[in-house]
């Protein structure tokens, strides 16, 4: 399973911008979409996550500006970023708990990230 993430680039502190994310591959179903980022320096750490049900997480940090949504039919997870801060650059990874086949365990994959960069 590939995950392509994309959308990432340089904005201005109160900007916005809108990742996205495609699974491709061997596919039989995804639990779990979410985006994680790293800033340097720092550990990895989650953004936001959508269960395939519905139920949503966010970091305290991204709270009322980012939100998460996908679409299942397209295997894709989106990261609207609004009001972004200067605190927010990093590289974004998202990451999709898989299914691949209808007897098999989840598996966890990632994508190769992109870089969000807000300037000041």
């Known amino acids: 399973v590939q995950l392509q993430a994309s959308g990432g680039g340089l904005v201005q502190a109160g900007g916005s911008l809108r990742l996205s994310c495609v699974a491709s591959g061997t596919i039989f179903s995804i639990n779990r979409m979410g985006w994680y980022r790293q800033a340097p320096g720092k550990q990895r750490e989650l953004v936001a996550s959508?269960?395939?049900?519905?139920?949503?997480n966010y970091a305290d940090s991204v709270k009322g500006r980012f939100t998460i949504s996908r679409d299942n039919a397209k295997n894709t997870v989106y990261l609207q970023m609004n009001s972004l801060k200067p605190e927010d650059t990093a590289v974004y990874y998202c990451n999709a708990d898989v299914q691949n086949y209808s007897w098999s365990i989840n598996r966890a994959y990632w994508g190769q990230g992109t870089l969000v960069t807000v300037s000041s």
């Open positions: 959508i269960h395939a049900a519905g139920f949503i």
